[in-house]
């Protein structure tokens, strides 16, 4: 499984950005999908997930209700609303290997594999 981010920039405080993580073939359709992200010096930080349908969401208590993660068959986005400085990072998307009834593992970047290569966010103030 390949996977590649995109969408990220320079955005003022309060604005919005659109990323996708796009994905070889239709590799990703059968598993869960999340979003991370990673400043210098930092722990990667858990950011949203997906379950495979698209039809269940968790969130990040520092993002929710600004960001949100959807999904199709080979790709999946994050819309970035009311956007901060303190959410400059690179943004990475990675996929699950746990079933997502485990909602531990849905925040862990340990039970996330086929890391992507990142997308540079940062928001200036």
């Known amino acids: 499984v390949q996977l590649q981010a995109s969408g990220g920039g320079l955005v003022q405080a309060g604005g919005s950005l659109r990323l996708l993580c796009a994905a070889s073939g239709n590799a990703i359709s059968s598993y869960g999908m999340g979003w991370f992200r990673q400043t210098p010096g930092k722990e990667r930080e858990f950011v949203a997930a997906?379950?495979?349908?698209?039809?269940d969401t968790y969130y990040a208590d520092s993002v929710k209700g600004r960001f949100t993660i959807s999904r199709d068959r080979n790709a999946v986005y994050l819309q970035m609303n009311s956007l901060k400085p303190e959410d400059t990072a690179v943004y990475l998307c990675?996929?699950?290997?746990?079933?997502?009834?485990?909602?531990?593992?849905?925040?862990?970047?340990?039970?996330?594999?086929?890391w992507g290569m990142g997308t540079q966010v940062t928001v200036s103030s």
């Open positions: 997906i379950n495979w349908s698209g039809g």
């Open positions: 990675a996929v699950s290997f746990r079933g997502w009834n485990d909602q531990k593992s849905r925040s862990s970047a340990t039970d996330y594999g086929y």
